[in-house]
């Protein structure tokens, strides 16, 4: 089992810019997946962007051209850099980590970090 901690979140303007950081209790080197989510209220959870431990990367379609995940196996963490917000990007955003791979792997998320695009 891997604790994940996210933070980075706030209040930012419309067209601004955050970057989340999700750090690991432990080496994320041998884990799958890691990716970030987010939930706005009164709507599902949704996928933001996944990277794989061969740094393949996948985003939602909102989040293409703005969004950059990213992964520091030495650090333990994977950040998510957001630029250009827009006010719908307004939610909390969970980190995810999938160690391997199959339907019965060990999964982890973390707390979530609010991250709110007004003016």
């Known amino acids: 089992q891997v604790q994940l901690v996210e933070s980075g979140g706030g209040l930012v303007q419309p067209g601004g810019s955050l970057r989340l950081s999700c750090a690991a209790s432990?080496?994320?080197?041998?884990?799958?997946?890691m990716a970030w989510y987010r939930q706005a209220p009164g709507k599902q959870r949704e996928l933001v962007a996944r990277i794989t431990n061969d740094y393949s990367t996948d985003y939602a379609d909102s989040v293409k051209g703005r969004f950059t995940i990213s992964r520091d196996n030495a650090k333990n963490t994977v950040y998510l850099q957001m630029n250009s917000l827009h006010a719908e990007d307004t939610a909390v955003y969970y980190c995810?980590?999938?160690?391997?791979?199959?339907?019965?792997?060990?999964?982890?998320w973390g707390q979530g970090t609010q991250v709110t695009v007004s003016s």
């Open positions: 432990r080496s994320i080197f041998s884990i799958y997946a």
């Open positions: 995810y980590a999938q160690v391997g791979i199959g339907q019965y792997t060990p999964t982890s």
